[in-house]
């Protein structure tokens, strides 16, 4: 019987799909308060605006350990996120979905919940093995295939990167670049929670792309596709919440 609450993280564009529907719960922890949003036509899932309501907390703002914290406090059973990219390789274009595998972190962010004691965790699967399966499932399923691994580079924005440091990250290994999953994936790992993301390419890196990067382009390119999206991380709950 399905009884698990599992969180889905929304970013960029996708978090828009989801407006005015749920009924909020709020969690307080040790690093603020965090407010879930239940879905209503969505048994067991809770929705967390990454960057609040109406777009206002940059990704560098954003409070991931109390994210995991709350997502901890409530014993979920995972967390799925959804997280906007520029495509670091010119056959991934615009609109490519991503199950991230593992990640690289460029952001410089001091960002553990392990402030005041010695605790080193693992990270040989940095995107919980299970999840990622569930997306890719689920991906297929939907008629929407998804890259089943890519490489995340995590830098700390707000601002796009220079060419120069799109060159680098490809040339270290990376598939894609943004400024969430990969601090999130540290703050949830910490916590214990499974997670694992979903990234939509929005646009070539800077270089790659023909023009320059804005946010505006990053926002309606995730439009056409968040409903999509949606659907996936949907479906891919219910499989977490029916075990
Ligand atoms: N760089 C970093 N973050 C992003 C990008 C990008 O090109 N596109 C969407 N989020």
Redesign the pocket.
Known sequence: MASANVAIIAGTGVAQQFRGRGRTLKVPTRHGLVTFERLDDVPGVLLLRRHGVGHSVAPHRANYVAFADACARLGLEGCYSTA???SLRTDWPVGTLVVCSDFIDATGRQLTRFENEVRHTDFTNPFDLRLRQHLIECGGELGQPVQDAGVYVC?D?PR??TPAEVSMYRTLGGDV???TAGSEAIAMREAGVPYAALAIV??L??GLSPRP?SHGE?EEATKGSSEGIANILFRACERLRNG
Do not use: Q, R
């Open positions: 906007a990219v520029g830098t924005g796009y990167e670049v943004g400024m929005t646009n890196a800077s990067l990053v």
